[in-house]
Structure formats: structure tokens, C-alpha cells
């Protein structure tokens, strides 16, 4: 099948994109790396009569880390962002995450913007950035704001991103200290869109006690999520075995993970809760590391 007709606009400017949004507004979608748009475009899952290719506005794509922040630009590709040690070494726990994404075919045209603005809550980025706190940088012609991710993502494919604004970059907090940080997850064949994942970081003292902890929930619901009580009750202990088993079976307790032909509701919370507990123990091993 082929989209239905649309009239193809490429800018080369931020100015000039927004320009195209504002005029055109819930007419109007932008296209990025395409590997979701452009599905669902073929498929006619979607249409709309404009679509703004961001392809060639080079202002938008980049890795820059200042002030204790890694900003990524939009059309960052997701395999740009795997392949840079510097981003390794600033945000590492974004670096685990990337290769999760599909296929590296897909991560070769896949933006990191795109993939926080498509907002699927399977989706690894959006986890990793509300895990770390990541703040989102947005454009109109009219305005620019910073949200914070948590804020963001408001449920399945929907974000706060209005029909005329644009994502320009994310902004990721570079953990400074004693750190350490897991991604992992499970899918059905490697490059699936995962059933359920986790994204995890803690900070721990010289004596091993958990300062800070962070844990970003994908699949187990309409948008990434925090588990604040699992947290809270990992800050402040130096966790054995039997502690790290609670705190996993807390982290979903409360939670009603979707329930589909790929998995149970209830299969969803237990690898849930086995990742929360290994990503745990991993993050935590390396924090404690001299
Ligand atoms: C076979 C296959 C497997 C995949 N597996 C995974 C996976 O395991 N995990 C995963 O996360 N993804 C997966 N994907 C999706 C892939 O990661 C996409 O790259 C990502 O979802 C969208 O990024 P994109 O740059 O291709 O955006 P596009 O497809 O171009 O756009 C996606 C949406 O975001 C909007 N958008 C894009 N950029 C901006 C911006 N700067 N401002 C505002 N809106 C914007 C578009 O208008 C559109 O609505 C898979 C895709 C395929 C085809």
C-alpha cells in the first residue's frame, strides 16, 4: 500500500520548520529517521496533507555536554548517539539502552528525538529519560520551553508536544560520583519491540549505602513509569539479597501491565519485577566498585 498524497516540505532551518507547523498545524506531521511515521503513512494508519521532512536542518542533530548535562539534538541518530564514547562516558546508561532498539539497519535512520516524541511506551528512550530526569527542549514560532520528562509522556503515542511545536533536543543529567546503571529487557526475538524493560542507576557512598536511585519501567504500561515507593526504598541501604527481592515484587505491585497476544498482564509484572531485581543488583555491584 502507498500513503495517501501529501504535499512534502524540506526545510533547512528550525526557523523555517516552525514556520511550516504554526501555518499548517493539525494538517501537518514532521518526519524525522521515518521508521515509525513512514509505516504507518504506507499502511494508512495516519495521514495528513503536509508532512515536513527534517532531514536536511542540520541545527537539530549533535551531542554536546556542558554544565553537568549531555544535550542530544533531535535528529541525533540513535546509532550516532551507540557508536560515541562520549556519550558512553557522560550518560552511560542511555549507551546501554540504545542497542535495544530494533535492528541496527533501524537505528542507522532512527533519531533519538523521534523516538522520545513517538512516545511507545515499549520504546527504551523514553524509559531512560524519565529515569535520569532528562528535560525536553521544545520550539514554536511562537515559544520555546524546557519540560521535564516526567511531564511529557502522556500516555500511548501521546505526548504535550502541541500540532505546532517541534522537539529541538533532550537533555540528560550526567551522574557524577560513585555510579552505576543497567539497562536490560525482554523480547520475543532480538530487535522485537520489548515486552518489558528496565532502566536503572544508582548512586552509592564510599561505604556502599544507596544515595540515589532511579528506575525507568517500559511495557508494564501506557507511558514509561517510576516506581517512587521501590526508590525510596532502596535510598538509604546497602540492599542483600532477600532486600533486593522485595524491592522488585514493590516496584510492580501496584502496577497493570497491558495483557496481549505477546504476554499475560501478569507475566509482564513478574519479568518486570525479575529485571527491577537484576538491574539492581548490576547497577549497584558497579556503583560499589573502588
Ligand atoms: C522493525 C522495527 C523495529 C523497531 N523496534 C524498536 C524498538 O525495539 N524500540 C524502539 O524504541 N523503537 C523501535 N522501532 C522504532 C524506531 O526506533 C524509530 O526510530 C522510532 O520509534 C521513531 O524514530 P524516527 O526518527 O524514525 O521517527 P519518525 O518515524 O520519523 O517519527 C515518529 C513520530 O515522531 C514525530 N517526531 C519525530 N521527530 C520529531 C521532532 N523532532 N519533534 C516533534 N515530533 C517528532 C513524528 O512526527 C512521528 O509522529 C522499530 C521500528 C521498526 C521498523
Not at 197 to 222: C, F, K, P, S, Y
Request: with cysteine; aromatic share 4%.
Amino acid at each position: 500500500m502507498k500513503p495517501a498524497p501529501f504535499e512534502y516540505h524540506a526545510p533547512d532551518s528550525v526557523v523555517d520548520t516552525v514556520g511550516l507547523l504554526a501555518e499548517h498545524a493539525d494538517e501537518c506531521k514532521v518526519l524525522a529517521g521515518g521508521q515509525s511515521l513512514v509505516p504507518m503513512l504506507a499502511l494508512r494508519l495516519t495521514r495528513f496533507e503536509h508532512i515536513v521532512d527534517l532531514n536536511r536542518v542540520d541545527e537539530l542533530s549533535g551531542v554536546s555536554r556542558t554544565n553537568g548535562t549531555l544535550r542530544v539534538g533531535a535528529m541525533t541518530r540513535q546509532r550516532a548517539v551507540e557508536r560515541d564514547p562520549g556519550v558512553a562516558a557522560a550518560v552511560p546508561l542511555l549507551a546501554a539502552a540504545v542497542p535495544f532498539i530494533g535492528h541496527t539497519q533501524i537505528r542507522n535512520r532512527g533519531t533519538v528525538g523521534g523516538s522520545i516524541a513517538h512516545a511507545d511506551p515499549a520504546s527504551e528512550l523514553p524509559a531512560v529519560a524519565l529515569a535520569l530526569g532528562a528535560e525536553l527542549e521544545i520550539a514554536s514560532a511562537s515559544a520555546t520551553r524546557r519540560v521535564p520528562a516526567a511531564e511529557f509522556f502522556e500516555g500511548t503515542w501521546t505526548t504535550c508536544l502541541a500540532d505546532d511545536e517541534l522537539l529541538i533536543a533532550v537533555h540528560f543529567p550526567v551522574w557524577e560520583g560513585r555510579c552505576g546503571f543497567a539497562f536490560e529487557e525482554v523480547a520475543r526475538r532480538s530487535g522485537d519491540f520489548a515486552l518489558a524493560g528496565v532502566a536503572t542507576a544508582v548512586e552509592a557512598d564510599a561505604g556502599g549505602i544507596v544515595q540515589r536511585a532511579a528506575l525507568g519501567l517500559l511495557g508494564m504500561g501506557g507511558t514509561p513509569l517510576r516506581p517512587p515507593a521501590a526508590e525510596a526504598a532502596i535510598v538509604g541501604r546497602s540492599p542483600n539479597a532477600s532486600d533486593l527481592d522485595e524491592i522488585a515484587m514493590l516496584a510492580v505491585s501496584d502496577l497493570d501491565p497491558p495483557d496481549d497476544v505477546h504476554g499475560s498482564s501478569t507475566y509482564r509484572r513478574r519479568i518486570g519485577a525479575h529485571l527491577v531485581r537484576t538491574t539492581l543488583a548490576r547497577a549497584i555491584e558497579e556503583a560499589r566498585r573502588p
